[in-house]
Nanobody, 124 residues
Framework: QVRLTESGGGSVEAGQSLKLSCTAS????????MAWFRQTPGNEREFVGA???????YYSDNVKGRFVQSRDAAKTTTWLHLLGLRPEDTATYFC??????????????????WGQGTQVTVFP
């Protein structure tokens, strides 16, 4: 089993930045791709970006150019840098991981492992 733990959420004003972290523990050798999703109350979980084991990271159009992912050499920690935050970025952000190394996975069902989420609130 893989356990994911997020941190780094908080409340900021529009235009400011945050850095989210996600650390994997447990059977991390079973884990390949990592990703970030976000969710607001009453809405479905929305893809933000992913860092596949092989290949380049990719992002949703909503955050492309503002959010940047990075991953450590051990491939067990990923960071999401949220730059130029907007009120519409307010959500609970979830880290996800999968044993699959397939690139282009943007659906919730593509990921087996999930963190508990960290809240990001952006004030106008």
């Amino acid at each position: 089993q893989v356990r994911l733990t997020e941190s780094g959420g908080g409340s900021v004003e529009a235009g400011q930045s945050l850095k989210l972290s996600c650390t994997a523990s447990g059977r991390t050798r079973a884990m390949n791709n990592m990703a970030w999703f976000r969710q607001t109350p009453g809405n479905e979980r929305e893809f933000v970006g992913a860092w596949p084991m092989f290949g380049d990271s990719y992002y949703s159009d909503n955050v492309k150019g503002r959010f940047v992912q990075s991953r450590d050499a051990a491939k067990t920690t990923t960071w999401l840098h949220l730059l130029g935050l907007r009120p519409e970025d307010t959500a609970t952000y979830f880290c996800a991981a999968t044993a699959s190394s397939k690139t282009g996975a943007v659906s919730v069902k593509d990921y087996e492992y999930w963190g508990q989420g960290t809240q990001v609130t952006v004030f106008p």
